[in-house]
């Protein structure tokens, strides 16, 4: 069992709130400790047996007494009527005091019921109707039959099977309303002094023993029932416990996430707008525009301040396209878009950056690849991406294999394949991961916000495609992105609609009608 509550949820501001987090917050905050079911002592056991015993009696109250007028009637023919009329009455009193006390015992709530003594009671009930019914036996008869004593053997014979049956959740009621019956059989039929009749004691004696037997078999089964709904319900318990405590987990989740999309909302408009300020006012002094400065230092620093803005531009651009991605966010924009164009373009605005470092960019692009139904601006951010990192991470005379190509089911694939320091297998989750750096990346590479891959892997997945990145330490690394064959535009140059020209076949209309994407 949970033997503890979670801590409290801190009370948030519900007035910024939808009305189903408001109703969502206020379910959470009950205490969580009413979910849990106590597992039962075996006094707890007890009372529900003698519930069951309970109810059983009062369901069947008329039952006995029924058949104790049937008994009645029968011995007429071999005893006395006023005899048996008074006994059939005890029947009845005995009968009353025992359906009085169940009734007493119903009403009373669980939490005030004390189990032992409500258990005295009954037994004792049970004890003086049980000493009624054996009564019968010790009744004058008129006349020294055997078949009136073997009647009243049978008759005798069903009551114990139907008080055991009635009581065989409770074992000492069966003891004390089918003992004194069968005792009374047995000292009766020996008081009789013939064979026959010690017989039938021995044979009572036997019959008692076996129903006594198979009720406890049958208590036994009702216990381990009792115990089997108990780990039930404390099963479901610390289900709806633990369910309460992810709900608060998932609300507080809930919470910090509008909360840090807000302070990026926020901060993006409060640090964008200086931002360019500092960017164009900077720009302008790097250039000189209103005249050459006095100390050339001071064309240093505003070069220095305009790239530095720009370094923060970028990382602000990162951090909300990776909050964007997380939060399910991005909007993607389709087009009919060229993957091999979109790389040839990313080249080209690189190589300077590439030649500066001494390094060499290779294309090798497959000839006639058709175009892909995508966001453009997402696939030129994943491709300038991944040529960045190449060109950060890759040292002076090294090479870098920009390739794209059709994959085996029919998607396209870019790769981008540099030889640098690698990465270590182990490193490999971290680097994927948000501000995530390798080791060796920190000694050989250039500064990085660690959101490059994590975004790249993102977008393309928003797109239904893959992300796969290979590397071995000191052997380079290589990054495939593919985009699924769903997203790959047909070539239909040679097919027609109808009224269709071959100069509109290529028009933006046409190519989305073409588009295949799910």
Not at 335 to 362: P, Q
Not at 412 to 429: C, F, M, V, W, Y
Request: charged share 20%; proline share 5%.
């Amino acid at each position: 069992m949970l033997s503890g509550a979670p801590a409290e949820t801190p009370v948030a501001d519900t007035g910024t709130r939808s009305p189903q987090a408001r109703r969502a917050f206020r379910s959470v905050q009950d205490p969580p400790d009413r979910l849990t079911y106590k597992s039962p002592t075996k006094s707890a056991f007890n009372y529900e047996l003698l519930t069951m015993f309970v109810k059983n009696e009062l369901s069947a109250a008329i039952t006995t007494p029924l058949l104790a007028v049937v008994v009645a009637m029968g011995a007429m023919f071999w005893s006395p009527p006023h005899e048996l009329l008074i006994w059939l009455c005890g029947i009845f009193v005995t009968k009353g005091i025992l359906i009085a006390v169940c009734r007493q015992f119903a009403k009373v709530p669980r939490e005030q019921a004390d189990v032992e003594v409500w258990q005295r009671k009954i037994t004792s009930a049970e004890f003086l109707y049980g000493l009624t019914w054996a009564s019968v036996l010790f009744i004058s008869p008129l006349r020294d039959e055997v078949a009136g004593y073997t009647f009243i053997f049978a008759a005798l014979l069903v009551v114990i099977s139907m008080r055991m049956l009635f009581a065989s959740t409770a074992m000492p009621i069966v003891y004390a309303g089918t003992l004194p019956i069968t005792t009374a059989i047995v000292i009766r039929f020996v008081l009789l002094n013939d064979p026959f009749y010690w017989a039938m004691a021995i044979m009572a004696v036997a019959v008692h023993l076996y129903f006594v037997w198979l009720m406890h078999g049958f208590s036994t089964t009702v216990l381990s029932m009792l115990e089997f709904r108990a780990e039930k319900d404390a099963l479901i318990g610390e289900l709806e416990q633990s369910k309460s405590i992810s709900d608060q987990a998932r609300l507080r989740a809930e919470e910090a996430n509008l909360a840090k999309s807000r302070f990026l909302a926020t901060m993006s408009h409060e640090l964008r707008t200086p931002l360019n300020a500092i960017l164009g006012f900077s720009e302008i002094m790097r250039d000189e525009a209103f005249g050459a400065h006095a100390n050339p230092t001071y064309k240093e620093y505003a070069r220095d301040i305009h790239n530095s803005g720009k370094h923060l531009l970028t990382l602000i651009d990162e951090i909300l396209d990776i909050s964007r991605i997380e939060a399910g966010r991005y909007e993607l924009h389709d087009a009919s878009v060229s993957l091999t164009d979109i790389a040839d373009d990313c080249h080209r605005l690189m190589r300077v950056r590439a030649e500066n470092k001494g390094l060499e960019i290779r294309q090798a692009f497959e000839d006639n690849l058709p175009n892909v139904w995508a966001d453009e601006r997402a696939l030129r951010q994943i491709c300038l991406n991944l040529l960045s990192n190449a060109i950060k991470f890759t040292p002076p005379k090294g090479t870098i294999t920009l390739t794209t190509a059709r994959t085996e089911d029919g998607g396209i694939a870019l790769t981008i394949k540099d030889t640098g320091p690698g990465i270590p297998g182990d490193e490999i989750p971290r680097v994927l991961s948000s501000f995530g750096q390798g080791s060796l990346a920190h000694e050989t590479a250039e500064g990085g916000t660690g959101l490059g891959l994590p975004i790249t892997k993102g977008l393309i997945e928003l797109h239904g495609g893959s992300f796969e990145l290979n590397s071995e330490l000191r052997c380079g690394t290589e990054v495939t992105i593919t985009l699924p064959p769903a997203r790959v535009m047909e070539d239909l140059s040679d097919a027609t609609e109808p009224g269709e020209t071959g100069r509109d076949r290529t028009a933006p209309t046409r190519a989305k009608r073409r588009a295949h994407a799910v």
